[in-house]
């Protein structure tokens, strides 16, 4: 059975930095894209970060780019969300996803995932 389990959330200042934890078990984490996604109240998911299997391919939204930085360490089934200079805006549930790869790329759609997580919640206040 599959379960990614996010932690790392909690409620923050603006400006400040929190790192973020997504541990996979029940799936070969070393084969699978990850990404992490983020839905504030009333809108749609939304897109933040993915990474390639190997861990050298990246990418970023718009919003997300040159604040946070994705990695992994397929040893621990674990992708990590780095996350600085925090906005009020970034407050949302912070979701992250698997899909397993045929290929080291990156997947960005939500659609293209076929695990989630339950999400943990982040509040960046003014």
């Known amino acids: 059975q599959v379960h990614l389990a996010e932690s790392g959330g909690g409620l923050v200042q603006a400006g400040g930095s929190l790192r973020l934890s997504c541990a996979a078990s029940g799936i070969t984490f070393s084969s699978c894209s990850m990404g992490w996604f983020r839905q504030a109240p009333g809108k749609e998911r939304k897109f933040v970060a993915a990474i390639s299997w190997s861990g050298r391919h990246t990418g970023y939204s718009d919003s997300a780019k040159g604040r946070f930085t994705i990695s992994r360490d397929n040893a621990k089934n674990t992708v990590y969300l780095e996350m600085n200079s925090l906005k009020p805006e970034d407050t949302a549930v912070y979701f992250c996803?698997?899909?397993?790869?045929?290929?080291?790329?990156?997947?960005?759609?939500?659609?293209?995932?076929?695990?989630w997580g339950q999400g943990t919640r982040v509040t960046v206040s003014s």
């Open positions: 996803a698997a899909v397993a790869a045929r290929y080291d790329i990156v997947a960005v759609p939500p659609t293209k995932y076929d695990y």
